[in-house]
């Protein structure tokens, strides 16, 4: 065979390569099941960052998909932290019982449960988040030291009052200009800051409710 001939034959198929190249299926788009595979990962630790940019588009499936894990998650003692993640993941999908049972949490007298449920709200955030919150305002639940289910008082451990951490968590969720925020890098705040949020909220609640 010449050398213009193996030339020939070369450029056909090098030809034709691009050509297949050019032709070529785009990848398959993941199917909604391998989508909500990924989004429940993040759901499963809590990753609420993540878990919202995966769950566009797949909302309903993904919630359907969590809400068959929520049983199982309450009831497991060897992982508390599984109930709270699933909880708070839930909650900032819209699921109406998972958003309950943090604003139920934000009013219990375990001084625990309230920091958590506080802590996961301001995670959360939305208008009913920031209603719970104002309702605190007005609590005399005492902060201090938590008492664990055995019976045993955490000294290494100090958690503010309700009120007081209304106060930290409106100054969070709370975007309106004339809202009075406290320096959330500092985290000071004093009687005189419950009473000038109660001030306020008595004027722009409603808005919110």
Request: net charge positive; hydrophobic share 45%; proline share 5%.
């Given at each position: 065979?010449?050398?213009?001939?193996?030339?020939?034959?070369?450029?056909?198929?090098?030809?034709?390569?691009?050509?297949g190249?050019?032709?070529?299926?785009?990848?398959?788009?993941?199917?909604?099941?391998?989508?909500?595979?990924?989004?429940?990962?993040?759901?499963?630790?809590?990753?609420?960052?993540?878990l919202?940019?995966?769950?566009?588009?797949?909302?309903?499936?993904?919630?359907?998909?969590?809400?068959?894990?929520?049983?199982?998650?309450?009831?497991?003692?060897?992982?508390?932290?599984?109930r709270?993640?699933?909880?708070?993941?839930?909650?900032?999908?819209?699921?109406?019982?998972?958003?309950?049972?943090?604003?139920?949490?934000m009013?219990?007298?375990?001084?625990?449960?309230?920091?958590?449920?506080f802590?996961?709200?301001?995670e959360?955030?939305?208008?009913?988040?920031?209603?719970?919150?104002?309702?605190q305002?007005?609590?005399?639940?005492?902060?201090?030291?938590?008492?664990?289910?055995?019976?045993?008082?955490?000294?290494?451990?100090?958690i503010?009052?309700?009120?007081?951490?209304?106060?930290?968590?409106?100054?969070?969720?709370?975007?309106?200009?004339?809202?009075?925020?406290?320096?959330?890098?500092?985290i000071?705040?004093?009687?005189?800051d419950?009473?000038?949020?109660?001030?306020w909220?008595?004027?722009?609640?409603?808005?919110?409710?």
């Open positions: 065979m010449t050398d213009a001939r193996q030339l020939a034959i070369r450029l056909a198929a090098a030809s034709l390569l691009a050509m190249t050019l032709h070529a299926s785009p990848p398959a788009e993941p199917s909604v099941d391998m989508r909500v595979s990924v989004a429940a990962a993040h759901a499963r630790r809590g990753d609420l960052i993540a919202k940019q995966a769950a566009q588009g797949i909302e309903h499936a993904l919630l359907r998909s969590l809400r068959t894990e929520w049983p199982s998650a309450i009831a497991d003692e060897r992982d508390p932290s599984r709270r993640y699933m909880q708070k993941s839930l909650a900032a999908l819209g699921d109406t019982e998972a958003r309950a049972v943090i604003r139920d949490g009013a219990s007298r375990d001084l625990m449960r309230l920091r958590a449920a802590v996961d709200a301001a959360v955030g939305g208008n009913d988040m920031i209603v719970a919150a104002a309702e305002l007005a609590s005399t639940v005492r902060g201090g030291r938590p008492i664990g289910p055995d019976g045993v008082v955490h000294t290494d451990v100090a503010a009052a309700p009120r007081h951490q209304a106060v930290i968590l409106l100054s969070k969720l709370v975007t309106d200009p004339s809202a009075p925020r406290i320096d959330l890098d500092r000071l705040y004093d009687e005189a419950v009473d000038r949020w109660k001030t909220w008595a004027t722009h609640g409603a808005s919110y409710r």
